[in-house]
């Protein structure tokens, strides 16, 4: 698979050579370090809601636990070991014998059990905070960019990883994140999301329609305000 892919990257030169077009691309830096569950490299998909631009109505939730099926090994040439995404995941041999997606409460129960050097309560107290800010700090570099429009709002999917000294990366931001419940854990974690959403969603728009005050929400359960400016 990754020869495939430098050979797309091949052909992509190429074709930019010819047509003297730019080729857009993003480079990162790969974490060669990564804290591993069961020794697998795992990742984090958290959401951040923009339910109103005026005023701004920010919200975010912990997600889950992504894994990959295979021990991880800096030097693999799968990509199954590497990406944590259930697209690539389900197309491993494994895939149906081991669990690739965990509960927040999964994660804190089994860095509880491994690091007890941590507080007992990491993931709420150090891990969910630091999540927050990030995307909180995301937000505001493209705030004064959204279009102040009743009724529109955003669902965005934050990618985090942490490495091996407990520091937590950014890894991606995903404009149309996936909503699939093809496990247990998605399905307690998905539909309940979406439910919550359209509710603050339906909710804010009704009451801002109203001109009157948005907050407090009724509706708002399991997400955090992340933003309530204007």
């Not at 020794?39 to 005023?55: C, E, G, H, M, T």
């Not at 690739?100 to 905070?129: C, E, F, K, N, R």
């Not at 496990?183 to 979406?194: G, T």
Request: with cysteine; proline share 5%.
């Amino acid at each position: 698979e990754l020869a495939s892919l430098r050979s797309q990257l091949a052909q992509d030169q190429r074709s930019c050579k010819a047509t003297r077009r730019p080729v857009a691309r993003i480079v990162q830096r790969y974490i060669t370090n990564p804290l591993l569950l069961e020794l697998r490299k795992f990742d984090i998909r958290a959401y951040l809601l923009i339910v109103s631009a005026q005023p701004y109505l920010v919200f975010c939730h912990h997600g889950y636990v992504r894994l990959s099926c295979l021990p991880y090994h800096c030097n693999s040439d799968d990509l199954g070991v590497h990406l944590t995404n259930q697209y690539v995941q389900k197309k491993q041999a494994q895939y149906k014998d081991v669990e690739t997606t965990w509960s927040m409460t999964q994660l804190q129960d089994y860095i509880g059990a491994h690091y007890p050097h941590l507080p007992a309560d990491w993931v709420q107290s150090h891990l969910l905070p630091s999540m927050w800010h990030i995307m909180a700090t995301c937000f505001h570099t493209i705030k004064d960019k959204l279009d102040n429009k009743l009724g529109f709002f955003e669902l965005l999917g934050f990618d985090f990883m942490l490495d091996n000294t407990f520091k937590l990366w950014l890894i991606e931001v995903n404009v149309n994140p996936a909503l699939h419940t093809s496990s247990a854990v998605l399905q307690q974690v998905i539909p309940p999301m979406l439910q919550e959403v359209i509710a603050i969603v339906v909710e804010c728009f009704d009451k801002c329609s109203k001109k009157q005050q948005p907050l407090p929400l009724k509706s708002l359960h399991n997400f955090v305000t992340l933003h309530t400016k204007h």
